[in-house]
């Protein structure tokens, strides 16, 4: 149904950063690369977005450039594109900042690890014994120190 | 294992994905709301740039909520990132070459990011790509000299001041018997600088505010990398 | 009608000018949100009271649907504005008013919540949305321990890939019909939505809009979250937001997508969220994460219910909607005053008896105790269940086995509250939020005698939410006919839509 050549490349292009990005969404364990992921992700999808307005031989809308009103490409994905782009980069600047926070806590960014902690600070919280936590990490394996300056810089600051 | 797992959750879904859009009507896209604003947003918005006129006119309750997704986080930031501690140690210096270099771009930048922000409505461009390339010139001397002091309350006063302005723009149409976000002034000459209406005004406040608050950001995430 | 515009426009208004007040006049920002709330309150019950039931659409910026962003302001979208600035007034951030970006944060998601009430528009849905998450992020983490950050990262990181599934969701939806307008999609949707790029669509707007409202396989934040986040911020989200996801959900299910395998997935994803949460929430051993896993099972059940074909699953669901919305911030207030184990909470009753007691009073209600509102929003729901076919009778067996796991966990907390044995001196609830918690028990308790009137307005109200062509004869007045036709090659038939309307005096 779709011809091949360039139009077909447009869509690989789109679908692949979607799919990179929700993989690596899902099966990424390092925070970073998580976040990293997210913004590769919300690329793909606005590229989508975009391509739902593009047509062969479309010329940008903006008038008095002499094109004619038939051959401009749609506006309005544009426009969303541009809204879809801001609201993405708001939430990576936060997600930066919560890493920020969560590495200086408790030293690491492997999520499976920080889930841990975090799961093991609520227990003690609430005042149940720690239970022992299935996905921990084998033989004990113990976490990595956090340094003295990054332990002040976390908890209740 | 892991491995093979991840190949076929990727590849599972590139097919699932790759099949639907093979059903897409693409290079055909059914335009029924982008042709119907292609047009009349000359007669409507009277601005030369469609884009500016969907972004600020036909979608102007969309950019509202974007901008204020920036407020958002950057109070959200502040909240997470907290005060910087005094006397925590910086980021060396980045030598005398950067530092010229960063005071000859300051001024072409912030000139370039006025440029651009006052001709959204008439070339590529706006108040979000102006507003982007001014918090970069705010942003360069920051890196080339990390002890320069950021001006936090004055972006926030730029900040707050500037999505006022966009605020009762909107509100002053809806007090004189229109609609909420509705264009006033008239659309003037098409192609010429005072066109379009408030557009320019809402474009500019929009630059400023943008601006403020991603040079508030990236200046806050800087202090947070030496703040140990 | 023009005015509801400023439930929007004056919280955001207020949010940006707080930092900007806060340096001149100090007194003036802290009481400057709950003034700002306050007036948006009086706004929606004097409109409420000068309206006349009937739907209205208004066209933002007076550009004429589907060029412009359309609000559509029926009763139900009324009702959603009300409720928006009375749950952000009475769970506003008293205790720590200090700090004005929190405030700014709770403006901004009053603001944002009523322009997703209101919104006819589905990319503007989307914006809205996404401001909610962003301003919720600010507000759950305001702990700022260590376990706050992770338990916002992770609500951050699935609310992300919500984000990109909703966006591709409204990318291809576009692409199939090149508009955004609500109406107009309705128009166009039994021809060119109900195939499978439609229902692909469907599928990841689900997903991604289904993150709030804490559908089945994107949930995994709730207990992280409310566990580590302030009482009040986990009841606004609880309560308020994930109520004005299921209110999206709706909106898609009414216009777009009405054949049958929109309506099982759903019902697959909400009976799969009722038996995960209701077996954690058994699990659980500390109240708060209870109450957060139970919350997963009973929005599980009103997604089961907004599945049911036709009115019956909408009443329902809007039934059960409005009670969680009321029992469960309170409860999360109550739990505030309790921290820890279950088995920590003996014999606390001598100590706080209202408290104890309205506790009580929420969970009878919550479990469906039958003079309690609770009990008849479940009735609802089991009568529409066992109308319908097999599927749906399988979910009905779930609905009922949930509603006894229910029973049981919070009888174990009430008879713990209620133990002899022991001393306790315990921390009690603040009065604030005690108060908050009082109001939302009296209005319970005051319900009781008006079901049966407050039931047929509510049903009048889904009646109207699940009028579609209502809906499109509200947008596009002009047309009992569609506006365009699928068939004419995707051209605009509009070329003979007027200039802006003349501004009303």
Same mark, same amino acid.
């Given at each position: ?25 899902? *099966? ?19 590229? *989508? *977005? ?43 600047? *936060? ?63 | ?20 859009? =093979? ?78 270099? =960063? ?126 | ?17 707080? #930092? ?169 949707? #039994? ?25 089945? #396989? ?11 986040? #302030? ?275």
């Amino acid at each position: 149904m779709m011809p091949a050549g360039l139009p077909f490349l447009f869509y690989a292009g789109a679908i692949g950063l979607l799919v990179i990005g929700i993989s690596g969404i899902v *099966l990424s364990r390092n925070l970073f690369r998580i976040i990293l992921a997210l913004a590769l992700a919300e690329a793909g999808a606005n590229l *989508l *977005l975009v391509l739902a307005g593009w047509h062969w031989g479309g010329s940008a809308p903006i008038l008095g450039q002499g094109k004619a009103l038939e051959t401009m490409v749609d506006p309005v994905p544009q426009a969303l594109v541009l809204t879809a782009i801001v609201i993405g980069v708001g939430i990576q600047a *936060l997600a930066l900042a919560l890493a920020v926070r969560a590495y200086r806590a408790y030293g690491t960014l492997d999520m499976r690890r920080l889930r841990n902690r975090m799961n093991r600070d609520i227990a003690a919280a609430a005042g149940i014994p720690a239970e022992s936590s299935r996905d921990a990490p084998a033989g004990g394996r113990p976490t990595p120190p956090v340094p003295a300056a990054h332990r002040s810089g976390g908890g209740r600051a | 294992m892991r491995n093979l797992a991840s190949l076929l959750f990727a590849g599972g879904l590139a097919f699932l994905l790759m099949a639907i859009a =093979a059903l897409l009507p693409f290079g055909h896209p059914p335009v029924l709301a982008g042709g119907a604003i292609l047009e009349q947003a000359a007669d409507q918005v009277g601005a030369a740039n469609i884009v500016t006129a969907v972004v600020l006119g036909y979608r102007g309750l969309d950019t509202l909520g974007e901008i204020t997704i920036l407020f958002a986080a950057a109070a959200g930031l502040g909240l997470v990132l907290g005060r910087r501690r005094a006397g925590a140690p910086r980021d060396p210096d980045a030598g005398p070459v950067l530092r010229t270099g =960063a005071a000859l771009m300051f001024p072409l930048l912030v000139l370039v990011g006025f440029h651009i922000i006052l001709h959204g409505h008439l070339t590529p461009g706006g108040g979000f790509q102006g507003g982007v390339i001014l918090a970069a010139a705010f942003f360069l001397p920051l890196l080339a000299r990390p002890g320069t002091p950021v001006d936090h309350p004055g972006l926030s006063l730029v900040e707050g001041t500037a999505g006022a302005v966009f605020i009762v723009t909107g509100l002053v149409a809806l007090l004189t018997g229109g609609e909420f976000l509705q264009p006033l002034l008239g659309t003037g000459t098409l192609g010429t600088l005072f066109s379009a209406g408030t557009l320019p005004i809402l474009y500019l406040a929009l630059g400023l505010k943008v601006g403020a608050e991603l040079a508030g950001l990236l200046a806050r995430l800087a202090d947070a990398e030496t703040d140990t | 009608m023009s005015q509801i515009a400023l439930t929007i426009a004056l919280p955001f208004l207020a949010a940006f000018l707080l #930092p900007v007040i806060g340096r001149v006049y100090e007194a003036l920002a802290r009481v400057l949100g709950p003034l700002v709330l306050l007036y948006c309150l009086w706004l929606v019950l004097q409109l409420w009271g000068t309206g006349d039931g009937h739907p209205v659409a208004l066209a933002m910026g007076g550009f004429r649907p589907p060029m412009g962003i359309t609000l559509y302001v029926d009763r139900l979208a009324l009702l959603f504005t009300l409720l928006v600035s009375l749950m952000t007034l009475l769970l506003w951030p008293w205790q720590r008013a200090a700090d004005s970006r929190e405030c700014a944060l709770t403006l901004l998601l009053a603001g944002s919540a009523s322009g997703l009430a209101l919104s006819g528009d589905l990319f503007n849905i989307y914006v809205f949305y996404e401001l909610v998450s962003v301003a919720s992020f600010g507000l759950v983490a305001v702990h700022r321990s260590g376990a706050a950050f992770v338990a916002t990262l992770r609500y951050l990181v699935i609310s992300g890939f919500g984000t990109v599934l909703a966006l591709t969701g409204i990318a291809l939806v576009y692409s199939q019909t090149g508009t955004l307008n609500l109406a107009q999609l309705a128009q166009l949707a #039994p021809d060119l939505l109900a195939g499978p790029v439609g229902l692909a669509g469907f599928l990841f707007m689900l997903l991604g809009f289904g993150v709030k409202g804490e559908l089945f #396989p994107v949930n995994t934040w709730v207990p992280e979250v409310y566990a580590t986040a #302030p009482a009040r911020a986990s009841a606004l989200l609880a309560g308020l937001v994930s109520k004005l996801s299921l209110l999206v959900v709706l909106r898609l299910l009414v216009l777009l997508y009405q054949q049958e395998q929109a309506l099982q997935l759903l019902l697959l994803l909400g009976v799969l969220g009722v038996i995960s949460g209701e077996l954690a929430a058994w699990r659980a051993r500390d109240l708060k994460r209870m109450l957060a896993f139970s919350s997963i099972g009973q929005l599980g059940a009103m997604f089961i219910a907004f599945s049911i074909p036709g009115n019956a699953g909408l009443l329902a669901g809007l039934a059960l909607a409005l009670h969680h919305l009321l029992v469960k911030p309170a409860l999360f207030l109550l739990a505030a005053g309790w921290p820890g184990a279950v088995e920590r909470l003996r014999g606390l009753a001598r100590g706080g008896p209202l408290a104890a007691g309205l506790f009580v009073l929420l969970a009878l209600s919550l479990i469906g105790v039958p003079p309690l509102p609770g009990f008849w929003a479940k009735m609802l729901l089991v009568v529409g269940l066992a109308g319908q076919e097999s599927g749906y009778l399988l979910a009905l067996a779930v609905v009922l086995g949930a509603a006894v796991l229910e029973a049981s966990y919070l009888f174990r907390v009430v008879a713990q509250l209620y133990h002899r044995d022991e001393e306790a001196a315990r921390p009690r609830p603040y009065l604030l939020d005690l108060g908050s918690a009082a109001l939302a028990g009296a209005v319970l308790l005051s319900a009781v005698p008006f079901i049966s009137p407050l039931g047929d307005w509510l049903a009048g109200t889904a009646a109207q939410a699940g009028d579609r062509e209502g809906y499109i004869i509200t947008v596009f007045p002009a047309a009992g006919r569609p506006l365009y036709s699928a068939a004419g090659g995707g051209k605009p038939a509009l070329a003979a839509a007027g200039p802006l309307p003349e501004p009303k005096p």
